[in-house]
């Protein structure tokens, strides 16, 4: 079996939701932690494999993967226990939507390369950065709790890919000071999952370099 590399950033959302779809598909791989602080993501070699210059990268059977949902939705093809989207078309698109609620609305603009921008470029204070940050995630969890179930986790009795973009970010809420109260669906698949063993070992705190 040829090792299978991951090159994320510990705090990364789209990389810690790789992490967790590797654990809980049980396969084993190798991190290489590629700071984003310190922009070893613009690194020429790591663009000439990635050109975008974004974590994570995942080197796999001969290809270098980018894109956290192109990645787990190639681990879901080749690894398809436990599955991340359901076979049945509804089911799935309507897993497709929670995720990307997070991951196409939420995520792409309070990422660090944007928040960088507001500030440095933008003349933003952290202040306002800060509120910038906090309102998008609120817009957007405000819909996917009302999607959320009453019971269970949006897969039901297993994580699904919509989990799986959940938990990282409710990570971020946290940092940004986020109030929870009008959230408690979120809260409680939250709870739930963070109790898993495959996304504790999959968390910021548990891979963050020495």
């Known amino acids: 079996m040829n090792e299978i590399t991951l090159f994320d950033y510990w705090r990364s959302s789209a990389s810690y939701r790789v992490r967790i779809v590797l654990n809980l598909k049980n396969v084993p791989y190798t991190s290489v932690p590629t700071s984003l602080l310190e922009n070893e993501q613009k690194a020429p070699a790591y663009v000439a494999r990635n050109p975008q210059g974004f974590v994570p990268m995942l080197s796999i059977d001969g290809h270098d993967l980018t894109q956290s949902l192109a990645i787990i939705d190639y681990l879901d ?125 999959a968390h910021p705190d548990q891979v963050k370099p020495d």
């Not at 998008?136 to 897969?155: K, V, Y």
């Not at 009795?157 to 809420?173: H, S, T």
């Open 77 to 201: 093809a080749k690894y398809p226990d436990p599955a991340m989207v359901s076979s049945k078309p509804a089911d799935r698109a309507k897993t497709l939507a929670q995720a990307l609620i997070i991951a196409a609305d939420i995520h792409p603009i309070d990422n660090l390369r944007v928040l960088r921008y507001l500030k440095d470029e933008m003349g933003q204070s952290q202040e306002a950065v800060d509120s910038w940050y906090r309102h998008w995630i609120i817009q957007g969890f405000t819909a996917l709790e009302n999607m959320a179930p009453d019971d269970g986790l949006f897969g039901g009795d297993l994580p699904n890919l919509a989990d799986v973009c959940l938990v990282p970010q409710m990570a971020n809420a946290r940092r940004a000071d986020t109030p929870f109260d009008q959230f408690p669906k979120l809260s409680r698949i939250d709870a739930a999952l963070t109790a898993l063993p495959a996304f504790i070992a």
